[in-house]
């Protein structure tokens, strides 16, 4: 497997992974805790699909 085959897998694994949650978080109230911000990715995506929602990075 090539390099960017690699990082594709590994950026897709990430967004359904984050798609699964936010499906689950959804349905519970309150803010929702983001760890492990880097470049602002993941919290970019959870503001998309959680819009309305409070979410501490």
């Known amino acids: 497997m090539s390099r960017l085959e690699s990082f ?3 950026l897709t694994a990430q967004r359904d992974i984050l ?3 936010c499906a689950q978080v959804a349905t519970i109230e309150g803010p929702v ?3 492990g911000l880097g470049n602002g990715r993941t919290f970019h995506h959870l503001r998309e699909r ?3 929602r409070r979410i501490v990075a």
């Open 33 to 35: 805790l983001e760890l």
């Open 19 to 21: 798609d699964q949650v």
């Open 50 to 52: 959680l819009p309305g």
């Open 8 to 10: 594709i897998r590994r």
